[in-house]
């Protein structure tokens, strides 16, 4: 089992920037794929960006190029760094962790005004 509490949301404004943490508990994530994912309100939820075990990266295109997934391996956490936020990146965001089943952490909401 892999525990995943997420932390770092708020409510900011277009154009500031936000880091949401996760940490893990239970296992180390070095062998786990690790992402972020968002729900919008009334949307389904939706890929933001993974960090695969052997170190590739990918991004969903909504935010490639302003937001950054890394991981800090002794702290046994993953980090989402977004910046330039839109208002269309509000959501709550939820961390999870999959190798031959899938975690989800609560999620943390943010919330981009205009």
């Known amino acids: 089992q892999v525990q995943l509490v997420e932390s770092g949301g708020g409510m900011v404004e277009a154009g500031d920037s936000l880091r949401l943490s996760c940490v893990a508990s239970?296992?180390?994530?070095?062998?786990?794929?690790v992402g972020w994912f968002r729900q919008a309100p009334g949307k389904e939820r939706e890929f933001v960006a993974v960090s695969w075990s052997g170190g590739t990266l990918y991004y969903a295109d909504s935010v490639k190029g302003r937001f950054t997934i890394s991981r800090d391996s002794a702290k046994n956490t993953v980090y989402l760094q977004m910046n330039s936020l839109l208002r269309e990146d509000t959501g709550v965001y939820y961390c999870?962790?999959?190798?031959?089943?899938?975690?989800w952490g609560q999620g943390t909401q943010v919330t981009v005004s205009s």
């Open positions: 239970g296992r180390t994530l070095s062998t786990y794929a």
């Open positions: 999870s962790a999959r190798r031959t089943e899938t975690f």
